[in-house]
């Protein structure tokens, strides 16, 4: 398989879990009461833990290594971060506030170019990583279709259907990673750790709401500052 055709296997594959994740949660009339909390709560839980996962096991190693190890990671995450918290900001002020469905794309475009990227480099963490945008999107699609369903604004059907649009971001965005970063592994790097430090941001605002306080963004924003705290004393571990 050439590297084009196995970014489009892998975006396709990938962002096609979105609509397959939107089309399992349209059979809300099944216990709809259970899979309105203790279903949709746990698959939430579920996409989080996913989407921490990507970035402790491919988005962060694979970054400071593409990056030959700089200590330019560290701020390249906070910014990540703030970033991720003024979009939020911004789009909650004009009452446009999807955290699921803003979580998805803003993960999901970034992650995607990483992976374009990654396969242009021979890395091993590609074919990992495209697992792992598949199977946070799952997640995702499913709260995503809940989110935009309740807003009362479109039908089930018109949702599946925009939701299905997205898949081809993907393939775009896995493209775009190919041909531009392929000769600039340290813009390849910034991008998968700024990424991170948005993702960071979105598990602990959005996702795990055990850390949010209504109106208060200080603790996910500590998370990102904390996660910065470890990866820097684990790169002073290694330098030295």
Known sequence: MSEIAAILFFTLAAGACIPLGGFAASFEHIHSRWLEQELRHSVIALGGGILLGAVAVVLVPAGVASMQGSMWSIPIVLAGGLAFFVIERALGLRRREAPQVMGMLLDYVPEA????????????????????????????????????????????????????????????????????????????????????????????????????????????????????????????????
Do not use: K
Not at 158 to 187: H, N, Q
Not at 207 to 233: E, K, Y
């Open 113 to 240: 170019v990483a992976l374009g990227g990654l396969v242009a480099l021979g890395s091993g963490h590609a074919v990992l990583l495209a697992l792992l945008v598949g199977l946070q999107n799952l997640p995702e699609g499913f709260n995503a279709f809940r989110e935009l369903h309740a807003l009362g604004l479109r039908s089930a059907r018109r949702t599946l259907m925009i939701m299905g649009s997205l898949v081809a971001i993907g393939p775009v965005s896995g493209l775009a990673g190919y041909f531009l970063l392929a000769e600039f592994p340290v813009a390849l790097g910034a991008i998968m750790l700024f990424a991170s430090g948005g993702i960071l941001y979105l598990i602990f605002q959005d996702i795990a709401p055990q850390a949010r306080l209504n109106r208060h963004w200080a603790p996910p924003l500590g998370a990102v500052v904390g996660f910065s705290v470890a990866l820097f004393g684990d790169m002073v571990v290694r330098g030295g």
